[in-house]
């Protein structure tokens, strides 16, 4: 019993911040007038659905990603064709960039928040203003942990059988609570939600930092990329990104049977 609670509780934090950065689109978007179809939390066959308005919500069975699905997504529409004036490809730049970067923020800001809470828990009566300072550098010196280990991947320092896939960081979860409790629990939460923001960040097309790129590229041509070209791309390194996922869970695996 316990150990499926300490599992259901991995999940739950784990399952909090991809809510979390969805959502951070989703309520950019429709702040922004866009239009959100669909808005999903986990992947594969849909559990519960339910349509509030314009959007339709859906809880998945794998709880592992999401989506914020907005209008004029879908790079197999015609050239040309956006069946809707609050597409997100008719919104301003400002409009679309604010939309993309909302999720990171989301994600930076939990991190955050977390770091704050578990400050003001165990230094109680230390002024205010420096919990503030000692959370949010804390919360950058997790930033700083995050791009130390992307440039050791890149640099050859740390090989890629070294990475975690959900399974893995799930198990990882699972342990800081069992063996540290739940303000080390917390604390990881916070590192992960941070690690969420920089990975996305990144301008890799299929991220939310390659759409930025792309409205970069827009922005100096002062025209935007065909459509479908755009989206192609985009699927393509997502699926390079999801062997990725499914070669890190596959050691995950196996680093399992090996215990």
Partial sequence: MQTFLTLLLAIVGFGVLI???????????KLCGVQV?????GMGPTLLSKRIGETRYCL????IGG????EGEDPLEEQGFL?????FPRAKRWKRFIILVAGVAMNFLIGYLI????????????EFFRILRAAFQHSVNYAQVVWQGLYELVTGSVGMDQLQGPVGVTGVMMDTVIHYGFKQYASLVAFISVNLGVMNLLPIPGLDGGRILF?????VRR???????????????MIALFAVIIYATGNDILRLIAH
Avoid at 19 to 29: D, K, P, Q, R
């Fill in 19 to 29: 809510l979390v950065h969805e959502a951070g689109h989703c309520v950019a978007a």
């Fill in 37 to 41: 179809n669909e808005f999903w939390l």
């Fill in 60 to 63: 998945k069975l794998l709880p």
């Fill in 67 to 70: 989506a914020c699905v907005m």
């Fill in 83 to 87: 069946p809707s004036p609050r597409a």
């Fill in 115 to 126: 770091m704050l809470a578990l400050y003001f828990v165990s230094n109680p009566g230390v």
């Fill in 215 to 219: 409205l970069l590229i827009e922005a």
């Fill in 223 to 237: 025209k935007p990329m065909r459509q479908e070209v755009e989206g192609y791309i985009n699927a393509a390194f």
